[in-house]
């Protein structure tokens, strides 16, 4: 039998798996072998082992889905609609949604702990990006950015190289064509 990947198991499928090893632990099966019947990782079977051992068949069976807590697909619809109200309906000042003022948000309304990084996914996957904020802020200044521009970076840029002669540049590892 071949190894297989957890990627693609179901979560029953994995149950199935980690009880029929118990099968074999009970049959004084070695650990190698159990890994090598059941496709997986010494270091897979030696933690069902330890689990078996502690608490029976009891301690393989599924615990439920796991990773991170998801919101249904209405809590995300009210979600936007709070991200749409914008920060400062909830107390922040300035007009920026950061990825943790969007999990103190999710935390608070729907009673769920989200890390930053699945706070990113979960916006990613509404269609909002953290990169570019919608309104300009209000201190901007047109006059001082033109003046910026037409001035002050002009004079402190470096000189542009001027181009090379006509029959180009010599070397001494390429001679010039002649």
Excluded: H, N
């Excluded at 499928?13 to 997986?40: M, N, P, T, Y």
């Amino acid at each position: 039998m071949g190894t297989r990947t957890r990627r693609s198991l179901c979560p029953v499928e994995l149950e199935r798996r980690r009880l029929e090893a118990a099968d074999l632990f009970e049959q004084g099966v070695r650990q190698s072998k159990v890994a090598q019947v059941l496709g997986v990782t010494p270091q897979a079977v030696s933690l069902w082992r330890r689990a078996w051992a502690e608490g029976g068949r009891q301690a393989l069976l599924s615990r439920g889905p796991g990773g991170s807590p998801y919101l249904s697909a209405e809590q995300e619809r009210e979600l936007e609609g709070l991200l749409r109200a914008g920060p400062a309906a909830y107390g922040w000042e300035d007009q920026r949604w950061a990825l943790a003022r969007v999990g103190v948000l999710i935390e608070e309304r729907f009673k769920v702990r989200c890390e930053i990084c699945g706070v990113w996914r979960l916006l990613d996957r509404l269609g909002w990006s953290w990169q570019v904020p919608e309104v300009r802020a209000v201190e901007r200044g047109e006059e001082a950015i033109a003046a910026w521009r037409t001035q002050t970076r002009p004079a402190a840029s470096r000189p542009r190289r001027p181009p090379p002669p006509a029959g180009g540049f010599a070397s001494r590892t390429r001679p010039e064509p002649g």
